[in-house]
């Protein structure tokens, strides 16, 4: 099996889109002079409830991302289920070779989760905000199960933005 039949097959699979947060502690935290912390984020398709006692959830980095470092030096990050009226968010944070994070941050509204600090962006269908239980080495991919700390529902009305066959798209 190649490489290109395999993702043919698995983008057959239609999967949720998130929003993957983190507030990137300051390089030296003693220092007040120092620069204060980033905002990190990712887009993942790749994430999954796990277990309901206790609450945990499970997204998939890529080994080697920027998420993945600091996910395994920062236990704390977050979620944003983003509805389908959020695609341009989805596609700014799946960038590849895109500008720091905190222009991408610059103009969508969020408030910081009162449990990590990291982003909970406005409008999303549901927040979850998490540390992280247990990282698992899945080939070229870390497994990230994260312990949910709250959970809320911002966005009451609204249909989920959905992935299927490389594409973002809305349900029928």
């Not at 507030?23 to 999954?48: I, R, S």
């Amino acid at each position: 099996m190649s490489d290109d039949e395999f993702r043919a097959a698995m983008s057959r699979l239609a999967a949720g889109v998130v929003l993957v947060t983190a507030l990137e502690p300051p390089l030296d935290p003693d220092d007040p002079h120092a620069p204060a912390g980033e905002d990190v984020g990712m887009t993942a398709t790749a994430f999954m409830s796990v277990s309901l006692d206790p609450p945990l959830v499970l997204v998939s980095l890529r080994t080697g991302a920027r998420m993945d470092d600091l996910l395994d030096e920062q236990p704390l990050w977050a979620v944003s289920v983003l509805a389908e009226s959020q695609r341009h968010i989805a596609g700014r944070f799946a960038m590849k070779g895109r500008v720091s994070d905190r222009l991408l941050f610059a103009d969508i509204p969020y408030v910081r989760g009162k449990e990590t600090g990291a982003p909970l962006v406005g409008g999303a269908l549901a927040t979850l905000e998490c540390r992280t239980e247990q990282r698992v080495t899945a080939g070229d991919h870390t497994l990230v199960i994260g312990r949910v700390l709250s959970a809320s529902l911002p966005s009451a009305d609204g249909r989920p933005l959905t992935y299927f066959r490389g594409r973002y798209r809305h349900l029928g």
